[in-house]
T-cell receptor, first 118, second 115 residues
Framework: AQKITQTQPGMFVQEKEAVTLDCTYD???????LFWYKQPSSGEMIFLIY??????QNATEGRYSLNFQKARKSANLVISASQLGDSAMYFC???????????????FGAGTRLAVHP | DAGVIQSPRHEVTEMGQEVTLRCKPI?????LFWYRQTMMRGLELLIY????????DSGMPEDRFSAKMPNASFSTLKIQPSEPRDSAVYFC?????????????FGPGTRLTVL
């Protein structure tokens, strides 16, 4: 079964520094997608960044980048120049391919709570 | 463009009452998902629709839960009768058919408290 593991329940970083949030995944599929979502204290789920398994370059979106290491099955999120507003819960997710076919469901990790200190 | 809209944002009800959660997906999106988030179980997919048709409801916890999508711009998740263990945040998400990334966009969620 496909699985997402986020081993850091909580992280903290000093404002303006970079931070890496870990995500490892397990899949036997060759084609898959990896996602990161941010959930601030207000509760909404905000899409941050996507990496496809066949993408040759690591994805970047502004201050967010995804350190994709396919052989290690890891998809770590890097946030550069942290801001106070980055304090939130961060979820890694993977697009699953059901055996029966059809749409690829997302499965989520347990999340990492990031605190940015001034 | 408007994102996914959910109502109500907060709902407090008593055990045994019927609860209806509502969702309006992003215009043009033809996939709609209902999730539940709790501290114990994290984010769980309850059911999803494609072109208004339920495709997979294997995550629906029991017969007390039902979901409908009468048209492309509206879906409901109903719990009848509600129980305290149904207390959670319920998210609706949608995805467009033409999407390289299969990205799902989430609504703000409905925080349900069953007393």
């Amino acid at each position: 079964a496909q699985k997402i593991t986020q081993t850091q329940p909580g992280m903290f970083v000093q404002e303006k520094e970079a931070v890496t949030l870990d995500c490892t995944y397990d899949t036997s599929d060759q084609s898959y997608g990896l996602f990161w979502y941010k959930q601030p204290s207000s509760g909404e789920m905000i899409f941050l960044i996507y990496q496809g398994s066949y993408d040759e370059q690591n994805a970047t979106e502004g201050r967010y980048s995804l350190n994709f290491q396919k052989a290690r099955k890891s998809a770590n999120l890097v946030i550069s120049a942290s801001q106070l507003g980055d304090s939130a819960m961060y979820f890694c997710a993977m697009r699953e391919v059901p055996f029966s076919g059809g749409y690829n469901k997302l499965i989520f990790g347990a999340g990492t709570r990031l605190a940015v200190h001034p | 463009d408007a994102g996914v809209i959910q109502s109500p944002r907060h709902e407090v009800t008593e055990m045994g009452q019927e609860v209806t959660l509502r969702c309006k997906p992003i215009s043009g999106h033809d996939y709609l998902f209902w999730y539940r988030q709790t501290m114990m179980r994290g984010l769980e997919l309850l059911i999803y629709f494609n072109n208004n048709v339920p495709i997979d409801d294997s995550g629906m916890p029991e017969d007390r839960f039902s979901a409908k999508m009468p048209n492309a711009s509206f879906s409901t998740l109903k719990i009848q009768p509600s129980e305290p263990r149904d207390s959670a945040v319920y998210f609706c998400a949608s995805r467009g058919a033409v999407s390289r990334t299969d990205t799902q966009y989430f609504g703000p969620g409905t925080r349900l408290t069953v007393l």
